[in-house]
């Protein structure tokens, strides 16, 4: 995945309908002003209630919904649609040992949904992994990922780490693990936040891609940079306004994004397949689908 910005780590913003929230830490002026600080923590606390309360009841109203994207077969789908992307394959379940350097600034890209050596999110998906399962033939690997985090150096990588990675993806643990942190840090979040903004299957789909590509991040050229900027030139669905041409402003301001961050890049997974879907008012992303992704056309029947 070719993104601008650092991930998040895991500590994706907590999700309201039409903001998010992160409480902050004032600990560093606490010895200095008792008194304040002593004030601050019922109101961190009062926050992190209303936070709580605004999620359980975010979570009611998800309940209700149609499971849209998540639905099993659309899932699939939109594991096609990325992998398509990603890997110019909709056969995505091939993926799981595929590593390189694409030359895009963020080391290696690796696995199912494009982690990155660089953008911490394979470096997260290692240590999740290690957890459970110490012995695994990439956790020596470790030391050097945490050095190269934010970079696209293979200093401490090569070259050993390219062999580890494609032999620890013949392990099942590993590929269920690489399947759990993609629904943990980019589908799941997406999925709920373009329900909470009121889209529905499509506009689902649109913020996954675009969390992959772009990241968690809040810069301007991160997913929830780009959706705020959406949402102050177009109103979601959620605040009563028109579907399509939220979905249109956000894409526009993706594709505007990618541009800027890499000249020249192609934007076709974007423009011949989610604009495509979209101009043609396949708000459902009801099968079949057909599009074009750096000029070979795909087919879902």
Same mark, same amino acid.
């Given at each position: 995945?070719?993104?601008?910005?650092?991930?998040?780590?895991?500590?994706?913003?907590?999700?309201?309908?039409?903001?998010?929230?992160?409480?902050?830490?004032?600990?560093?002026?606490?010895?200095?002003?008792?008194?304040?600080?002593?004030?601050?923590?019922?109101?961190?606390?009062?926050?992190?209630?209303?936070?709580? +309360?605004?999620?359980?009841?975010?979570?009611?109203?998800?309940?209700?919904?149609?499971?849209?994207?998540?639905?099993?077969?659309?899932?699939?789908?939109?594991?096609?649609?990325?992998?398509?992307?990603?890997?110019?394959?909709?056969?995505?379940?091939?993926?799981?040992?595929?590593?390189?350097?694409?030359?895009?600034?963020?080391?290696?890209?690796?696995?199912?949904?494009?982690?990155?050596?660089?953008?911490?999110?394979?470096?997260?998906?290692?240590?999740?992994?290690?957890?459970?399962?110490?012995?695994?033939?990439?956790?020596?690997?470790?030391?050097?990922?945490?050095?190269?985090?934010?970079?696209?150096?293979?200093?401490?990588?090569?070259?050993?780490?390219?062999?580890?990675?494609?032999?620890?993806?013949?392990?099942?643990?590993?590929?269920?693990?690489?399947?759990?942190?993609?629904?943990?840090?980019?589908?799941?979040?997406?999925?709920?936040?373009? +329900?909470?903004?009121?889209?529905?299957?499509?506009?689902?789909?649109?913020?996954?891609?675009?969390?992959?590509?772009?990241?968690?991040?809040?810069?301007?050229?991160?997913?929830?940079?780009?959706?705020?900027?959406?949402?102050?030139?177009?109103?979601?669905?959620?605040?009563?306004?028109?579907? +399509?041409?939220?979905?249109?402003?956000?894409? +526009?301001?993706?594709?505007?994004?990618?541009?800027?961050?890499?000249?020249?890049?192609?934007?076709?997974?974007?423009?011949?397949?989610?604009?495509?879907?979209?101009?043609?008012?396949?708000?459902?992303?009801?099968?079949?689908?057909?599009?074009?992704?750096?000029?070979?056309?795909?087919?879902?029947?």
């Amino acid at each position: 995945m070719k993104r601008a910005g650092v991930l998040l780590l895991a500590a994706v913003p907590v999700i309201a309908a039409g903001a998010y929230f992160v409480v902050p830490d004032d600990s560093a002026d606490s010895a200095g002003a008792p008194a304040a600080a002593s004030a601050a923590g019922p109101a961190r606390g009062d926050a992190k209630d209303r936070a709580e +309360k605004e999620r359980e009841a975010d979570d009611a109203l998800i309940a209700d919904l149609p499971p849209g994207l998540a639905a099993p077969a659309k899932k699939e789908l939109a594991q096609q649609l990325v992998s398509s992307a990603e890997n110019s394959t909709t056969q995505w379940r091939t993926a799981y040992g595929s590593i390189e350097d694409v030359g895009d600034g963020d080391g290696y890209t690796a696995g199912i949904i494009g982690f990155c050596t660089g953008t911490h999110d394979l470096l997260a998906l290692v240590e999740r992994y290690t957890e459970a399962h110490p012995d695994n033939g990439l956790a020596t690997y470790l030391p050097a990922l945490r050095e190269v985090d934010g970079s696209d150096s293979h200093e401490g990588l090569d070259p050993g780490f390219t062999a580890a990675w494609r032999a620890e993806a013949e392990v099942p643990a590993f590929r269920e693990a690489q399947e759990e942190e993609r629904d943990r840090v980019y589908f799941e979040p997406a999925v709920r936040l373009a +329900k909470l903004d009121g889209l529905g299957t499509l506009g689902q789909f649109v913020y996954y891609d675009a969390m992959v590509f772009h990241g968690p991040d809040t810069d301007p050229e991160g997913f929830y940079g780009l959706r705020e900027q959406a949402m102050a030139r177009a109103k979601t669905p959620g605040q009563g306004g028109s579907e +399509k041409q939220y979905l249109d402003t956000f894409l +526009k301001l993706r594709v505007q994004a990618m541009r800027d961050k890499r000249p020249g890049i192609d934007t076709s997974r974007v423009d011949t397949a989610q604009r495509r879907f979209l101009t043609a008012g396949n708000m459902r992303l009801a099968t079949p689908l057909v599009w074009e992704m750096y000029g070979d056309t795909y087919r879902v029947p």
